[in-house]
């Protein structure tokens, strides 16, 4: 599996019964502790490893540190940040390799292994599917917000509290399920990564704007006026794909184009199992976990915000 639709990691075959599956992610520091921007970024690359379905086994470390401004202490407390991420998801840390840069940047190439019948991809949605979102939405205003001072130290935390939890737990928890196609919301937004899986898979997303997940202060931080760089790319990426049923204030609308880092599972389950799908996440403690839409016919839009 290379880039044809997409897909958030590459998978190559070693055997019948075997696969390597392959990503890389790094970002820029969304928060000012060193160990919590080491857990969100290994969180977040280790992530597309779980949305192919398979399981992580080693990582190198990605590294852009500006050594002559910042103490090395710093770096030392990104790299214990994400190792506790790399050993809570049962893989290890082979090494890395680090370079010169003006601002911090961290992330990981990860291997993971996956049955190469057992693959998810973010292709295959078919309708009357239903689909299951695990995480809330919303970081990305938030941290924006956060650097003028708008947000609640409660709401922060929430937020860091899901994007540092790994999508582990709900991976495992679906595999027990059928899973017709399967993606991670990061940066283009539910948006940005629903449009890829319905396009691939030939229908039309049907979400619920009412039943999905969002953290809290994250639309009040919309409605203030405040956004992301990228909430107007990721809308450009839709255009002409995109129909909301419903006339919103434009505020309310962003929501669904807010760049998600360390973001939940997408997928799309059949409907006789999906209901048993989200009492077993929540059961195993993915409690944000919802069903918000279904998969239909493809129609006038890839699509549909009702």
């Not at 992610?25 to 192919?52: E, K």
């Not at 292709?123 to 650097?147: E, M, Y």
């Not at 940066?187 to 953290?215: N, R, T, W, Y």
Request: one cysteine or more; proline letters at 5%; a negative charge.
């Amino acid at each position: 599996m290379g880039t044809e639709t997409a897909d958030d990691a590459g998978v190559y075959r070693l055997t019948d019964e075997v696969a390597l599956v392959q990503t890389v992610d790094f970002i820029t520091p969304p928060v000012d502790d060193p160990y919590l921007f080491g857990q969100v970024a290994a969180a977040n690359a280790i992530s597309d490893v779980y949305a192919m379905g398979g399981r992580p086994i080693t990582a190198l470390n990605l590294v852009g540190f500006p050594s002559d401004q910042l103490p090395l202490e710093m770096l030392e407390r990104i790299i214990a940040g994400a190792l506790s991420k790399i050993h809570e998801a049962g893989a290890v840390l082979l090494g890395g390799h680090s370079t010169e840069d003006e601002e911090p940047k961290f992330g990981l190439s990860v291997t993971g292994l996956v049955h190469p019948q057992r693959i998810w991809r973010n292709v295959g949605a078919q309708p009357g599917d239903r689909l299951i979102l695990t995480k809330p939405i919303g970081s990305g205003v938030l941290f924006n917000a956060n650097r003028k001072g708008w947000v609640s130290a409660r709401a922060l935390d929430a937020c860091l509290g899901a994007i540092t939890t790994l999508n582990r737990r709900a991976a495992e928890v679906l595999l027990g399920h059928t899973v017709h196609a399967c993606t991670d919301v990061t940066g283009f937004g539910l948006a940005g990564h629903g449009f890829e899986m319905a396009k691939g898979s030939g229908v039309q997303l049907s979400f619920d704007l009412e039943a999905l997940p969002v953290m809290d202060e994250a639309l009040a931080m919309y409605q203030r006026g405040m956004t992301t760089g990228v909430n107007d790319t990721n809308r450009a990426l839709v255009t002409g794909h995109l129909r909301f049923e419903r006339e919103l204030p434009a505020w309310r609308e962003e929501i669904v184009f807010d760049p998600q880092t360390s973001g939940g599972l997408l997928a799309a389950l059949p409907p006789d199992e999906a209901d048993a799908a989200l009492a077993d996440l929540h059961a195993a403690g993915v409690t944000a976990a919802r069903l918000v839409g279904t998969v239909q016919p493809l129609s006038d839009a890839c699509l549909l915000f009702r």
